[in-house]
């Protein structure tokens, strides 16, 4: 049996078919981190993290204070009302987790 393959919309992490969440579960922080690896070079807000995530807004707030607290997550800017978040880069553990998806990447088959 070989591993599902990851799909990208253009444009749009889909953390419920990624290859993190395949390994790693589909747990909304899980969710978070894959929404924004798929947009590390750019800051987003809660509405559009929970979009790339696919979970609701208010789950988003249940899990984003420890993501930050973790460090995997830091809070870049506020725009308007809204609090824009990045994933860390500047974390060891952000790091790594990025270089797993890779890695777990070139374990898919090809077919």
Known sequence: MSAPQPEQTAG??????TVLTNVLGPHAKVKIL????????RDLNPTDISRLAGIDRST???H???LVAYGLVKETR??????MYQINR???AAEDLAQLEWDLLDCIPEE
């Open 64 to 66: 984003i204070d420890d």
């Open 60 to 62: 988003f707030y249940e």
């Open 12 to 17: 749009e992490a889909d953390a419920e078919n």
């Open 34 to 41: 894959v929404a924004l690896l798929g947009e590390n070079n």
């Open 78 to 83: 506020t725009v308007g009302n809204s609090q």
């Open 90 to 92: 500047d974390n060891p």
